[in-house]
């Protein structure tokens, strides 16, 4: 858990860090107009439904192989 002094400072607006990830979002996504930087360096933003499909599919798999003695064998899919 951070700090709540760390935590203010990460959240407060950067000039140059809404610089820098403009230019990564212009470069990872040129098509999409809706991403806007945020400018800070903790970012609060909610992820897209897909991000969230797909970090519950990874969860899942992950259960599945902690649950089997961290193994999962090609047969047992």
Known sequence: MLDEA???????????IETAERKQITDLYPDDEDRQ??????????????ELALAGILHVILALIMVNGRVLNDSER
């Open 6 to 16: 760390i935590i203010k400072v990460a959240s407060e607006q950067n000039v140059d």
């Open 37 to 50: 930087p945020e400018g800070t360096l903790i970012a609060w933003r909610q992820g897209s439904a897909d």
